[in-house]
């Protein structure tokens, strides 16, 4: 078991899921240290969370290794205690293969994996030093299954969960008092979909409006919902997190049937985004 307490850093903290682990770890009596590129954001939700406990901002682009070491130190030092980071910061690029170009797919990569891998770099030295502590790498259910238009996002997803995996066992075998958790969503109800970047070969803005419906209709789970699930996986140091009813069903069906998943879960999808 981990106890949730002392101070907790994390990425992406102005909205979403980041955002909705900030309450709760403070409602927990966790101190935080919050990163953002949205600096208006991250205001707001200090000022939800009130005085209670001791909160310091920083304005972090997790797409910058500079800006992640940064982060570290400064969270660090204003939270000697810190034994909880969740990498959590993360974007979408709609578009297929072909439609989205290297500089973009660079752009995703960047803040979705090499932003975990930095800022777990980052991190570990102090982790270690403390009696127990978590590491929390946000994935995806695209980490598991693999949609067609979602080539990018879906392999920088399945590149966390096989670095984060490769870590924990690392962890493991040291001894290590540091515990990893690699987070799986299912359809969360944010803005990631609406914040999404376009391919440069995407000509048809009605695809575009139709995705955006069809995720959120299908995105079920709240903020919320998702961050008490990931607070419990790390009370009880699961390993892998799956948030959402619809994770647990795409992960059971590519164990089924993992190189012939697709048909039958877009059949599934399409009746979800409709709402049947």
Known sequence: MTTIRGAAAITGAASGIGRALAIELAQRGCDLALADRDEGGLKALVAEIGTTRKVSLHRVDVGEA???AQFASEAIAAHP????VVNNAGVALMGTFEEI???????LFDINFWGV???TRAFLPHLKTMGEAHIVNLSSIFGIIAPPGQSAYAAAKFAVRGFSESVRHELSVAGSPVKLSVVHPGGIATAIARNARTGVGVTDNARRAQSIERFENAAKTSPKDAA???IRGIERNEPRILIGNDARFMDLLQRFR???YWAPLQRRLEKMAKGT
């Open 117 to 119: 891998v930095h800022g």
């Open 228 to 230: 008490l699930r990931i």
């Open 66 to 68: 500079g800006d992640i």
């Open 101 to 107: 170009d290297q500089v973009q797919m660079d752009w």
């Open 81 to 84: 205690a810190l034994g909880i």
């Open 258 to 260: 993992p190189g012939t």
